[in-house]
């Protein structure tokens, strides 16, 4: 295979260096002739014609056996000749590898330029590095809220607390202590939800800075994916153009993790993992665990329900999510344990290490048992919508048949609307008063989009179901995203964020947010397919779907460092070893 380093080199280059040397041999071999010439005509005995004796003493005596000054001119000219040939030569080549543009050799100090392709590459790299940097810093950032809330009283069991039903067996065995009226030492409801509100603001107090520079960097990295999805419909058009933004794009995902790597140390410092804060910070991450575990048991008979409940396509979004939270919570098992046991020998290096994954685990297990309750509820929603989504879509085309659209539309043409409309209708009103399970979302998605294209002007109950489908599809996108992030490229999170804008405007928008959202879940699912799954033959207990989420880091044969919060310099700092 050819070198690159030789492959910008064009192929005549070597001919055209050999043709020039050997000019210069053949003009010095030329010269050398022309100089052996006089002395190998001076030995050569010729017969001349008979002359005279005087006549040929004469003829002899000026010069005999003596060479002319005139024979050595040609040769002289010949080696001058062949000598300035072969300078040139040499200087012409000097000054082309010293000009050179080409691959093959780069002038020091004058890099050349990149592509389009390779800046579009870097352009890539950056949005998903810069993404996944504000992921993490995001999860980390509600670990510390909530250490701070916990220790203040906000949330959370702190140490010395009386159980609940301890609390209601205590109340009732004093006279006249009524449940709530602060009997011992319970504060009253108000006092409690006051008490709870202080905390929170304090944890915002405390938690300001890194809260700001997250903001920012969501700002930038929003605007990145914005210039990114321009980028991808062709605009600009001009490749100089088309290179500016690419840049724009790099600089944008660079200032995102400036922001993120300045606020670093300082969260360190803050929550103190390696010395005093480690303990707290434990609590709050083994607390939620334990949560996470009852509530994991719930997920999986919540799909289960929901399976026998709605068709198949309703639980798709969630398809694996219970599975996943339990791989994500046996990881951070592992790792929480491992965490105790660095904290009682004081190794606060592998405390934080092994806190810091857990916490990642405990954050993306939340995550999938959150989408299944999640989807849960919005179905329920759907399905008491449906009806009056019905209602809603018969007065629409009422309206349309009396000419109320605000788009002139040629008869043939507001016919043919109407009777895909009313098929539609039909269609969801059969299915949703059938024996048979249905999917009340995609039945308010072909609703909505089967009475929008009359333009008559949705009513408020069509615009808010439009807005339920659509939410509920960016969510599950997102989710998705989040927990599979360690394989999703940039093209699906573009995507994502575009939904989030276009949901951001409301109703109005809803139907450009819900394709750009679907369209970012297929194409996550793709990107995960072709990545396949990470370490498929390690040991360790929930490491491929660590690294898969973006939990690790993949920079080490073990999985790398687990991500914290920080930008491209800082999010991989604690590196770890497998626990035991």
């Known amino acids: 295979m050819t070198s690159s380093l030789f492959r910008g080199r064009p192929r005549r280059a070597k001919a055209h260096i050999r043709v020039r040397v050997t000019h210069a041999v053949l003009g010095a071999l030329v010269g050398a002739g022309w100089l052996m010439l006089p002395l190998m005509t001076v030995a050569t005995r010729r ?24 024979d050595y001119v040609l040769p002289l000219i010949a080696v001058a000749a062949a000598a300035a040939m072969a300078a040139y030569g040499y200087l012409r080549r000097v000054h082309r590898a010293r000009t050179r543009t080409t691959p093959g050799t780069t002038l020091p100090g004058r ?15 950056a949005l998903v590095l810069a993404d996944d940097c504000v992921r993490t810093s995001r999860e980390e950032l509600g670990f510390a809220r909530e250490r701070f809330e916990a220790g203040k009283g906000g949330v959370g069991p ?12 205590a109340r009732a065995a004093v006279p006249g202590a009524e449940p709530g009226d602060g009997g011992l030492g319970h504060p009253p409801p108000d006092a409690g939800a006051r008490h709870r509100a202080a905390a929170e603001m304090a ?37 100089e153009a088309r290179r500016q933004a690419l840049a724009g794009m790099v600089g944008r995902c660079a200032e995102a993790g400036r922001r993120l790597d300045a606020q670093a140390a300082a969260l360190d410092q803050v929550r103190g993992l390696e010395g005093p804060g480690a303990g707290a910070a434990l609590d709050v991450a083994e607390g939620r665990f334990r949560g996470l575990a009852v509530r994991t048991v719930a997920a999986h008979a919540t799909l289960a329900a929901l399976r026998e409940r709605y068709a198949p396509s309703a639980a798709d979004p969630v398809t694996g999510a219970v599975e996943q939270a339990k791989d994500r919570l046996l990881f951070a098992t592992a790792h929480l344990n491992a965490a105790r046991r660095s904290l009682d020998a004081a190794d606060g290096d592998a405390t934080a290490r092994n806190l810091r994954a857990a916490e990642g685990a405990v954050a993306q297990a939340e995550t999938l048992v959150t989408g299944v309750e ?35 539309l040629a008869t043939g043409e507001l016919d043919a609307r109407l009777t895909h409309a009313d098929a539609v209708l039909a269609a969801v009103r059969e299915e949703s008063t059938g024996a048979l399970p249905y999917d009340p979302l995609d039945a308010l998605r072909r609703i909505t989009r089967a009475v929008d294209r009359l333009d008559v002007g949705r009513s408020g109950v069509l615009g808010t179901a439009a807005f339920l489908v659509a939410r509920t599809a960016l969510d599950s996108a997102d989710d998705f995203v989040t927990v599979h992030r360690g394989a999703v490229g940039p093209q699906a999170r573009a995507l994502l964020s575009e939904a989030a804008r276009a949901l951001a405007g409301g109703a109005g928008t809803a139907f450009d947010a819900d394709t750009a959202a679907r369209q970012a879940r297929e194409l996550a699912e793709r990107d995960v397919r072709a990545h396949g799954t990470p370490y498929p033959d390690t040991p360790t207990t929930g490491l491929p779907g660590a690294v898969l989420g973006g939990i690790l880091l993949a920079e080490d044969p073990d999985g790398g460092p687990p991500a914290t919060f920080g930008g491209p310099a800082t999010r991989g700092r604690r590196h770890m070893r497998a626990p035991a």
């Open 203 to 239: 944890a915002e107090t405390e938690t300001a800075a890194f809260a700001r520079a997250l903001r920012g960097a969501e700002a930038e990295l929003v605007a990145a994916f914005a210039l990114w999805r321009r980028y991808e419909r062709g605009l600009p058009g001009d490749a």
């Open 111 to 125: 890099p050349a330029p990149p592509t389009v392709a390779d800046a579009e590459r870097q352009a890539r790299v």
């Open 374 to 408: 999640r989807l849960a509820a919005r179905l329920r929603e759907a399905a008491a919508l449906v009806p009056a989504a019905l209602t809603g879509a018969e007065a629409e085309l009422a309206a349309a048949r009396q000419g109320r659209s605000r788009t002139a």
């Open 158 to 169: 702190r140490a010395g607390a009386i159980p609940v039903a301890s609390e209601a067996k």
């Open 47 to 70: 017969p001349v014609p008979a002359t005279s004796p005087g006549a040929a003493a004469g003829a002899a005596a000026p010069g005999q056996g003596v060479t002319s000054a005139a």
